[in-house]
Every structure is written in structure tokens, then in C-alpha cells.
């Protein structure tokens, strides 16, 4: 390909110029960086973006991958362009002439002139114009290179192949040499272009992982953003229906109150009438008149105390609690995925070593000095002090949580039956029949068949959460401290019911919550 065609395959199609910090778009074209970003921030006003090379649009702006391997391609390209210095006939003084050959025996550079007129006299090895020889040149007895040693791997002169320590190796002519080296070369080529293709698959197979992973978290993100967008809606109507209870009760009561007040208020006005005409009566002089008053022998009668009724709290408390419960259940129906329930798990005293002491419930294990002396079963670990769940695994998906000690060495993990239970490898992680997380003298690590992964947890290891999904093959442990954290996934193909299993030492202890 032309140097000018291949300019124009490394050009940006909006600048029209060789390619900048080039970035590519999902469907596949490439642009300057500063290019892209300048026409994504135009389409932004609009809220619909495209690929100004195919028009395909884009729901969200579109993320810029840098291409590698395009910048490096650019790189050399631009390189190759950069101009070299011109190498000019040695024998063309008065007017200087371009070089076309370099004699490295008369070392001289000659226009087409000066090279026909050299040829007709010497036949010497001619090269492409170029002003250092001294490349060419043995470094010990300045003559020309013309012999390759096999055994040191170096270009020598004649000189170098008669005297010196090169003398009786054996030799090549360079030519000869250079050939096999191409040869070994296009042979190495050959099988470098499959492992290229292959990385090219796998980076593909990357960037096709990363964007599925981006469109899954904005797809998450939104359908997260509506549930509580929609959970703040369903607080306010709850909130709205126990503080209406409460209002209505208010306005019960105050309405009561506000008869009351005015029957007392009629009363009032009625007694004030009766003092003022009984003082009247006092005042006269005329004793029939005080006599015969008709209402000066009414009994004047006693009012009651009125009796209030307060706020009903009780009846409030349960308007409360059935609205927070109903708003707990729309959450849920409403969720997008739940938790598997959680397991219940008790632990196997069959299974559990001798120094293993076990609560009532079968919830708790603490590593004990004092030997239990339990009855023999072939079920109990004989070496380690260990114990598995009498529960076990073998379709679906299952969720527990358990509490570990500050101090001592434990493991959390699963098992299968067929775990050895005497010999050395039958610990925890220490086999091809057991995964676990452990923490063994302070520090945390992932463990399965005498492999393990150094783990550094945010915050110290206290709640754990166990996730299983058996067909999945996917077991998983979670730090629920703050911050709660994911902290190793394993991946596997399994083939046997698996257990829950427990290993503990040094005082170390563990208990299943419920």
C-alpha cells in the first residue's frame, strides 16, 4: 500500500487529518479524541447521540475506548514520515545532487551520473544512500563486514576471521546468515499471527464483557432509582394514612370540647341572669314584692364536670404498624430480585472432632481444651477440629450467615461428604473436596485444594454472608460489617451434595444466626 493510501486509512473522517489520541465508538469506528468529544458535546443539546461516521445513535453518550493498537500504528506511521536527512553525491560539488547509492569499499555516495561510471570500473557492494558507514565497518580493523560467526552471534571482517578470537569458528557469509535469520523470522511470524488473532479475540471478548456489564448497571441503576423513587411514594401515602387517623382524632375530640365549652358557656349566661335579678331582689324594700317573686325559690342546679377523652396512642400504634407492614410487602412484591430465604442450619455433633464443643441448639461451635469423648462414627473428623451441617446442598439456591471470633484460626466453607475425615488432607481448603475462607494467624485467604488466595478485607471479619448457587457453580462469601462487601467468588462444576462446614482452633469459635 501506498504511503499516501495508508495516510488516508489513519485519518480521522471529522478533522480529515492522521489520527489523535484515537478512542473508538461501540460500533466500531474510530475518531480523534478531541474530534469525538467536541461533536458528542454538540449532539448533547439534543439528547441524542450518533456516530458521525454510520449515524447509529445511542440511548446514553456513548463511552470512549482508547485504541491501542491504532495509536501505536499512527505512532510508526508518523515516524516512517518524519523526513530524513538527504544524503548528497560526493562528487556533484558545484551543484549539489541527490544521492540513489552508497559504495561501502570506496565509501562515496552517487547520483545516477557518478553510479554508471562507477559500475564500469568496480564491482563493489552498493547500499542505500546513507552518510554513516561506520555501522558497516568492523570497529578493530576498519574493513568492511562481510562474515557472520554462528557461535558468537557477530558480524566479522576478513581480518576478524583469520587472527583474533573468532579464528577457526565457525563463519557465514552475511548474506547467507541474513537469509536463514529471514527465514527463522517469517517462521516465528507465522506462529505469532494466531496468538495475535487469539488476543485480538480475547480483547474483543473484553470489550464485549465490559460493555454488556455497563448497559447491565445502567439497566440496574434505573430500575433501582425507580423503586425508591417508588418507595418514597408508597412512605408518603402510609405517613399520609396515620397522620389522617391521627387528625381525625383530633378533630373528635376538639369538636366535643367545643359543645361542651358552649353548653357551659349557655350556662354561664343563664346563672349571670339569675345573680343579677337575685340582687336585684336583695336591694328592694317591699317584702311582698321579694315574696312573691316566682323565681326566687328555682333551686339553681349543679352542672357536671364535663369528661374528655385523649388521643387514642393504642389505636394509632396500630394503624402504624399495619401501614408499615403493608409497605413492606408492596417493597417486596415490587423488588426486582430478592435474597433466596435464608437457610436454616444446625450443626452434625456426628461429624464434629472431639475438641469441638457444641451449643443446645447446634448453632454455636467453640475449639475447647477438654476432650468430649463422643461416641465413635465414621461421619466424625478424627485430625482436625472441624464440624459440617446436617443439612446439604444439592440443587437450588442457598443464602446463611454466621458470626466468627476476633481471634483464634477459622475457615467458613462447604464440603462434601466424601471429605476424608483422619487424614492430613482432610482440613478445610486443603483438598479437592472443600472450599472455604479462612483466617489463619491474622491474615484472610481463599482456600480449595491447597490453593490460596491472600484476601485483605476493608474492616475486620466478624458477619459473614454465604451465597450458593449449586448449578450455577457459584459460592460466594460477603463481609456484612460496614462496609458490606463482596470478598471471593469460586467458580466450579459441582458433583456431590455439598455442606455447610467449620473449622476452629486456638479458642477460636462460630455461631449460625437464624
Known amino acids: 500500500m501506498a504511503s499516501a493510501d495508508f495516510g488516508h486509512e489513519l485519518s480521522c473522517s471529522i478533522c480529515l487529518d492522521v489520527y489523535t489520541e484515537p478512542v473508538s465508538l461501540r460500533c466500531g469506528h474510530n475518531f480523534c479524541q478531541g474530534c469525538i468529544v467536541t461533536a458528542l458535546d454538540v449532539q448533547e443539546t439534543s439528547g441524542v447521540y450518533s456516530c458521525p461516521e454510520c449515524r447509529e445513535t445511542f440511548q446514553d453518550r456513548p463511552v470512549l475506548e482508547r485504541n491501542e493498537n491504532l495509536s501505536n500504528i499512527v505512532d510508526n506511521f508518523t515516524a516512517m514520515q518524519q523526513e530524513k536527512p538527504e544524503v548528497l553525491c560526493t562528487f556533484c560539488v558545484d551543484a549539489p545532487v541527490p544521492a540513489v547509492k552508497t559504495c561501502q569499499q570506496c565509501e562515496t555516495s552517487m547520483c545516477d551520473k557518478h553510479l554508471t561510471a562507477h559500475n564500469k570500473s568496480v564491482d563493489h557492494v552498493l547500499v542505500e544512500p546513507t552518510s554513516s558507514l561506520i555501522s558497516k565497518k568492523c570497529s578493530i580493523h576498519k574493513k568492511l563486514l562481510e562474515y557472520y560467526c554462528t557461535e558468537d552471534s557477530t558480524c566479522l571482517c576478513v581480518s576478524c576471521c583469520l587472527v583474533g578470537t573468532h579464528k ?42 465490559k460493555r454488556k456489564v455497563q448497559e447491565k448497571a445502567a439497566d440496574k441503576k434505573k430500575r433501582v432509582t425507580a423503586l425508591f423513587e417508588n418507595i418514597r411514594r408508597l412512605l408518603e401515602v402510609h405517613e399520609m394514612k396515620v397522620l389522617n387517623e391521627i387528625t381525625r382524632q383530633e378533630e373528635q375530640i376538639s369538636q366535643s370540647v367545643s359543645v361542651c365549652i358552649q353548653h357551659l358557656e349557655t350556662q354561664g349566661e343563664e346563672l349571670s341572669r339569675k345573680m343579677a335579678r337575685i340582687e336585684k331582689m336583695c336591694n328592694m324594700s317591699d317584702p311582698i314584692t321579694v315574696l312573691q317573686d316566682p323565681e326566687s325559690d328555682t333551686a339553681d342546679q349543679d352542672m357536671e364536670e364535663p369528661s374528655f377523652s385523649d388521643l387514642d396512642d393504642f389505636l394509632i400504634l396500630l394503624v402504624l404498624q399495619k401501614s408499615i407492614n403493608e409497605l413492606i410487602f408492596q417493597i417486596k412484591s415490587q423488588t426486582v430480585c430478592s435474597l433466596p430465604k435464608k437457610t436454616d442450619l444446625i450443626l452434625d455433633a456426628k461429624t464434629a472432632h472431639d475438641f469441638l464443643k457444641l451449643s443446645n441448639d447446634f448453632k454455636t461451635a467453640v475449639e475447647s481444651d477438654r476432650r468430649h469423648h463422643r461416641p465413635y462414627s465414621r461421619k466424625r473428623f478424627m485430625r482436625v477440629p472441624q464440624v459440617m451441617s446436617c443439612e446439604s446442598f444439592s440443587s437450588g439456591r442457598h443464602y446463611w450467615e454466621v458470626v466468627v471470633s476476633d481471634d483464634g484460626d477459622w475457615d467458613v466453607g462447604v464440603s462434601y461428604p466424601s471429605i476424608e475425615r483422619e487424614g492430613k488432607g482432610s482440613g478445610l481448603g486443603d483438598n479437592n473436596k472443600s472450599w472455604s475462607f479462612r483466617r489463619y494467624e491474622g491474615e484472610h485467604s481463599a482456600s480449595h485444594d491447597h490453593l490460596h488466595k491472600s484476601l485483605n478485607p476493608q474492616s475486620p471479619c466478624r458477619r459473614l454472608g454465604i451465597y450458593l448457587d449449586y448449578e450455577a457453580g457459584r459460592l460466594s462469601f460477603y463481609q456484612l460489617d460496614n462496609p458490606i462487601s463482596h470478598l471471593h467468588t469460586f467458580t466450579a462444576t459441582f458433583t456431590e451434595p455439598l455442606h455447610a462446614a467449620f473449622y476452629l482452633d486456638d479458642k477460636a469459635w462460630v455461631k449460625i444466626l437464624p
Open 168 to 209: 577457526g569458528h565457525q563463519v557465514e557469509l552475511l548474506e547467507e546468515a541474513s537469509k536463514k535469520r529471514k527465514e527463522g523470522l517469517r517462521h516465528e511470524l507465522k506462529k505469532m499471527a494466531p496468538k495475535r488473532g487469539r488476543n485480538e479475540e480475547r480483547i474483543q471478548s473484553l470489550q464485549d464483557h
